[in-house]
């Protein structure tokens, strides 16, 4: 791939190109060369750069992203595994999350914290100290589409 300018780069990224240049100012990354003071890009800038994208929608500040981005080998990998089990405990929440929100939402009662017997059951057992992903997991969740409410029906009065 031959070089591409600034604006091209941020195009294929997705962003901006005073996010490039932020970037490029924090020292995250480089451009492979300047012609004429324009900023030029290859194929190796656009991946790093496209995988500090990656790291920033998994939550990761810019700091711990240079980490990644600087290590190698066994502690690069270290480092992903940490980030990668981060992310699972927070796909795992978010999940349980979903399920009950979507209950929530397909329960005919008006107020269903304080009117749906599933709802009030649930919301009990939490305080009891069941967690939403264990309250979750007892549930078959992944065999329902979702927004169906299929299998809720005989817990709404």
């Given at each position: 791939?031959?070089?591409?300018?600034?604006?091209?780069?941020?195009?294929?990224?997705?962003?901006?190109?005073?996010?490039?240049?932020?970037?490029?100012?924090?020292?995250?990354?480089?451009?492979?060369?300047?012609?004429?003071?324009?900023?030029?890009?290859g194929r190796?800038?656009?991946?790093?750069?496209?995988?500090?994208?990656?790291?920033?929608?998994m939550g990761?500040?810019?700091?711990?992203?240079?980490?990644?981005?600087?290590?190698?080998?066994?502690?690069?990998?270290?480092?992903?595994?940490?980030?990668?089990?981060?992310?699972?405990?927070?796909?795992?929440?978010?999940?349980?999350?979903?399920?009950?929100?979507?209950?929530?939402?397909?329960?005919?009662?008006?107020?269903?914290?304080?009117?749906?017997?599933?709802?009030?059951?649930?919301?009990?057992?939490?305080?009891?100290?069941?967690?939403?992903?264990?309250?979750?997991?007892?549930?078959?969740?992944?065999?329902?589409?979702?927004?169906?409410?299929?299998?809720?029906?005989d817990r709404?009065?």
């Amino acid at each position: 791939m031959a070089l591409v300018g600034i604006g091209e780069a941020a195009r294929r990224l997705g962003v901006n190109t005073s996010a490039l240049r932020y970037y490029e100012e924090r020292g995250l990354v480089r451009p492979a060369e300047r012609r004429g003071g324009r900023r030029m890009y290859g194929r190796e800038e656009l991946r790093r750069l496209a995988f500090l994208q990656l790291m920033q929608r998994m939550g990761m500040s810019l700091e711990e992203a240079r980490t990644v981005l600087d290590e190698a080998g066994e502690q690069w990998r270290a480092t992903v595994r940490e980030k990668m089990d981060a992310l699972e405990e927070l796909i795992t929440r978010a999940e349980a999350a979903r399920y009950f929100l979507r209950h929530a939402l397909d329960c005919p009662a008006d107020h269903p914290a304080r009117e749906c017997p599933y709802m009030v059951e649930t919301l009990d057992r939490r305080l009891a100290g069941v967690t939403f992903e264990e309250l979750a997991a007892e549930h078959d969740t992944a065999a329902r589409p979702p927004g169906s409410g299929a299998g809720d029906g005989d817990r709404h009065p």
